[in-house]
């Protein structure tokens, strides 16, 4: 990412907390932000930020194919920023039928899928028992898919993501008892 590029990701950053914006995201074809602040809730009505969107889009039309292929993260430089995957790995904390139960995360950011391909069956299904070393997934980065195994034997009590869903490195995918 361009200095530039980041230059302009900080102040969209500062712009988002000056008026109080919990979460923002914005895709274009070159680039994909998603920004999530922790403490933040979000605003009751909702703000049209289209004005704000174009005018980074016209300030960044030269961004590199690099940042093009993958999700931009926020630095965690920035004060009271928090990347969408700490944020997404929170509620794993919290008690249910997944309490005490191996957590199966993302090792890779992308695009995660339930199945070898959309009119296959899923590879696991909640209440499916599994075995260390089976698939349960796909994670797909940068066209290459990668197999995602169990590490843990037992039952699925928990799916976290649907198919189709961009995950985060260390998200969590599965729970398993």
Not at 26 to 54: C, I, N, W, Y
Not at 65 to 89: C, H
Not at 134 to 156: P, T, Y
Request: proline share 7%; net charge negative.
């Amino acid at each position: 990412m361009a200095a530039e590029d980041l230059q302009q990701l900080r102040e969209l950053v500062e712009f988002l907390k000056a008026n109080g914006i919990a979460e923002f995201d914005m895709e274009r074809t070159d680039l994909k932000v998603r920004l999530k602040f922790a403490g933040l809730q979000p605003a009751a009505p909702a703000m049209d930020l289209s004005h704000l969107a174009s005018a980074i889009a016209a300030q960044s039309a030269g961004a590199s194919a690099v940042a093009a292929q993958a999700p931009v993260a926020v630095p965690a430089t920035l004060p009271g920023a928090t990347p969408v995957a700490a944020a997404a790995a929170a509620p794993a904390a919290d008690a249910g039928p997944e309490a005490g139960a191996h957590i199966v995360k993302s090792p890779i950011v992308g695009t995660f899928y339930a199945a070898p391909s959309p009119d296959a069956d899923p590879f696991v299904r909640l209440g499916d028992r599994v075995s260390n070393g089976q698939v349960l997934c796909i994670v797909e980065a940068m066209k290459l898919m990668n197999e995602i195994e169990s590490d843990f034997a037992g039952e699925i009590v928990k799916v976290y993501v649907n198919s189709g869903q961009p995950v985060e490195y260390g998200q969590a995918l599965f729970a398993i008892k």
